[in-house]
């Protein structure tokens, strides 16, 4: 199965009722695009997508006008009831991000694997080997009826699914009686753009069952899978617990292998600026303005993800088994680890932008250095060439222009000049001026 990329914004559920929301119409004042009332936005949105007249002129400002319009159409929706809060997909947006169950029964002497793309199944896959652990992969969240139904199905809570959904959700856990909930984001780098972009993953852990949910159908648990094909690996004999250990694992050994090649990058940066000399510029500032973008929004990734991890080492003992204490508290050891590279990259990128204008700056005040030293030289010979510019006649008096009817008086006088300058030379070289 090839791999979808699915809208990480799909459109939402269109209410029928208008929201008082207090403080709303001081909001959207600051955009006058749309009234606040929902039915009229659903109205003006369906009569522009079904308009089938002549195409009119694009408005240059379009995308802000989108933006407004989803302004308005979020702050209709505060104050929901809880788990209500769930987009719609459209059918022809459904059909692309298809969603799918990867479906894996295993005990210490066999494993089972389907996929399937019925909630019903999945859920009499779970049912009829409930003594074994089973885990269903949840490949793609962006089909509401599906997930409604498989919610229902296996008896999740509302809230649940709404926060699988809510692909904004920040990483944390919670602890329902004997269910455990992790959401958090697996990172990876756009080739294009270079730039860190997140998937949201939720897991949810039951005795014997374990769902997690990705928002792609990309492999990213590929690493897990082989070792569960493994009969001798840990993950067949260790139970669900460990499987949900595994699967944060990859999260967290993603965004740390990725935070060691950021953290090694600014490193070279900063090395290659402090060996270079002072008239070069081996990393441009718009190479570091770029990397310290990264930065932050890896360190956006990174620390919350720290903290989920922290509340799952401290809330586990209600719902694992006290062995896996070991290995969250190496899990929690990665995160921070994570975390401090971030973070120590961004302070580097901080210091290397600091370092870049302090080098600008000392390169201006070398040639301010110079050109003032230059000016200072020619100040006394444009006197000179002043005073004897004044054309007073010598036959008047003899105190008017000296020299002027020497035979040797206008080499006598760049002479001087010259003499002059020289000695100012050695003394702004003497005193390390120039």
């Given at each position: 199965m090839g791999n979808r990329i699915c809208s990480s914004f799909p459109a939402r559920k269109k209410y029928q009722s208008a929201i008082f929301v207090p403080g709303l119409e001081t909001v959207l004042s600051r955009f006058p695009l749309l009234p606040i009332h929902s039915n009229f936005l659903q109205s003006h949105l369906m009569a522009k997508k079904d308009s089938k007249g002549p195409q009119q002129e694009t408005d240059p400002n379009d995308n802000t006008r989108k933006l407004r319009e989803k302004l308005h159409e979020r702050l209709s929706r505060a104050g929901l009831p809880p788990g209500?809060?769930?987009?719609?997909?459209?059918?022809?947006?459904?059909?692309?991000?298809?969603?799918?169950?990867?479906?894996?029964?295993?005990?210490?002497?066999?494993?089972?694997?389907?996929?399937?793309?019925?909630?019903?199944?999945?859920?009499?896959?779970?049912?009829?080997?409930?003594?074994?652990?089973?885990?269903?992969?949840?490949?793609?969240?962006?089909?509401?009826?599906?997930?409604?139904?498989?919610?229902?199905?296996?008896?999740?809570?509302p809230l649940t699914i709404e926060d699988v959904m809510n692909l904004w959700a920040r990483p944390r856990v919670d602890i329902n009686k004997d269910e455990l909930f992790?959401?958090?984001?697996?990172?990876?780098?756009?080739?294009?753009?270079?730039?860190?972009?997140?998937?949201?993953?939720?897991?949810?852990?039951?005795?014997?069952?374990?769902?997690?949910?990705?928002e792609r159908e990309d492999d990213l648990f590929r690493?897990?899978?082989?070792?569960?094909?493994?009969?001798?690996?840990?993950?067949?004999?260790?139970?669900?617990?460990?499987?949900?250990?595994?699967?944060?694992?990859?999260?967290?050994?993603?965004?740390?292998?990725?935070?060691e090649a950021v953290e090694e990058i600014v490193v070279d940066m900063e090395e290659s600026m402090l060996n270079e000399a002072d008239n070069t510029d081996p990393v441009p500032i718009g190479e570091i303005y770029r990397r310290?973008?990264?930065?932050?929004?890896?360190?956006?990734?990174?620390?919350?993800?720290?903290?989920?991890?922290?509340?799952?080492h401290d809330l586990s003992p209600e719902v694992m088994d006290r062995s896996m204490g070991i290995y969250l508290r190496d899990l929690l050891d990665h995160s921070r680890r994570a975390a401090e590279r971030v973070e120590h990259a961004r302070g580097m990128l901080h210091d290397l932008q600091d370092f870049h204008s302090a080098r600008q700056d000392n390169r201006i005040n070398?040639?301010?250095?110079?050109?003032?030293?230059?000016?200072?030289?020619?100040?006394?010979?444009?006197?000179?060439?002043?005073?004897?510019?004044?054309?007073?006649?010598?036959?008047?008096?003899?105190?008017?222009?000296?020299?002027?009817?020497?035979?040797?008086?206008?080499?006598?006088?760049?002479?001087?000049?010259?003499?002059?300058?020289?000695?100012?030379?050695?003394?702004?070289?003497?005193?390390?001026?120039?």
């Open positions: 209500e809060d769930l987009p719609e997909i459209p059918s022809a947006f459904d059909r692309q991000c298809h969603t799918t169950f990867d479906l894996f029964r295993f005990s210490p002497e066999e494993l089972v694997e389907e996929q399937t793309d019925d909630p019903e199944e999945a859920r009499n896959f779970f049912k009829n080997g409930e003594k074994y652990s089973t885990w269903i992969h949840v490949n793609g969240v962006h089909a509401v009826a599906k997930l409604r139904a498989f919610g229902e199905l296996l008896d999740l809570h992790f959401t958090g984001r697996a990172v990876d780098i756009e080739s294009k753009s270079s730039h860190p972009k997140g998937q949201q993953v939720s897991i949810v852990l039951r005795q014997n069952l374990i769902i997690s949910f990705s690493s897990v899978k082989m070792r569960l094909h493994n009969s001798g690996s840990r993950i067949r004999s260790s139970g669900t617990a460990f499987l949900a250990y595994s699967l944060i694992d990859t999260l967290v050994d993603r965004l740390l292998l990725l935070t310290k973008r990264q930065v932050l929004r890896l360190n956006r990734l990174a620390f919350p993800l720290r903290d989920a991890i922290h509340d799952l070398r040639t301010m250095q110079l050109l003032t030293v230059i000016g200072t030289i020619f100040v006394p010979l444009t006197f000179v060439a002043g005073v004897y510019g004044m054309n007073f006649d010598p036959q008047v008096s003899p105190w008017n222009m000296p020299l002027i009817d020497n035979y040797w008086g206008y080499p006598i006088c760049l002479g001087g000049m010259v003499v002059f300058a020289a000695v100012m030379v050695g003394y702004f070289k003497r005193r390390g001026w120039l």
